[in-house]
């Protein structure tokens, strides 16, 4: 596998997220909100870098199941859902590819009436968007490659990986 983002790039960009979501959201109930799995190690180092009070919470969001590589059907999971209503929802996912799962998690959400939602993506794919969205946030603009690491999988495997590497053809 060839590494594509350093566990050191990732660290400073995350660090600088967390020093700009301490100042927009300062005086604001703030609720972070993780899609899982793959959010799960960017949610954790992402709340230790946000000085400021705050809340977590987890949405379940999948349209990959097993060793697939092309999305499925979408299934959106909001029972570790807490209390949004009248909160400020930092929406944050691992990876913007298509932008589908991040729409209708955003669709969803509104549901529950926040005061206002904004998404964060680790990656985003900018050449395989197919929705009119884009994240408000992001940590990297990628190519069109599958990766793996930092709570990003293929088949469940390498989300321990500390860097994002991209995973060939011939890996999978």
């Given at each position: 596998?060839?590494t594509?983002?350093t ?46 009070p705050?809340?977590i ?14 999305a ?9 859902l807490?209390?949004i ?18 729409a ?7 549901q ?11 990656l985003?794919?900018p050449a ?20 793996v ?20 053809p011939?890996?999978?």
């Amino acid at each position: 596998m060839e590494t594509l983002l350093t566990e050191k790039a990732i660290a400073d960009r995350v660090s600088e997220l967390g020093g700009s979501f301490t100042e927009i959201y300062r005086g604001r109930p703030l609720t972070v909100l993780g899609v899982l799995n793959g959010s799960v190690i960017l949610v954790a180092d992402l709340i230790r870098a946000i000085n400021i009070p705050h809340q977590i919470g987890f949405v379940r969001a999948s349209s990959y199941r097993g060793e697939t590589t092309v999305a499925g059907q979408l299934t959106i999971d909001t029972d570790l859902l807490p209390d949004i209503t009248g909160r400020d929802v930092l929406l944050v996912d691992d990876i913007f590819d298509t932008g589908r799962t991040m729409a209708r998690l955003l669709d969803e959400l509104q549901q529950y009436q926040p005061a206002s939602i904004r998404s964060l993506a680790l990656l985003w794919k900018p050449a395989r968007r197919e929705v009119a969205l884009v994240p408000d946030f992001y940590g990297f603009q990628i190519p069109d490659a599958f990766v793996v690491g930092y709570g990003l999988d293929y088949n469940d495997n390498y989300r321990h990986l500390r860097q994002i590497q991209v995973l060939n053809p011939e890996e999978i």
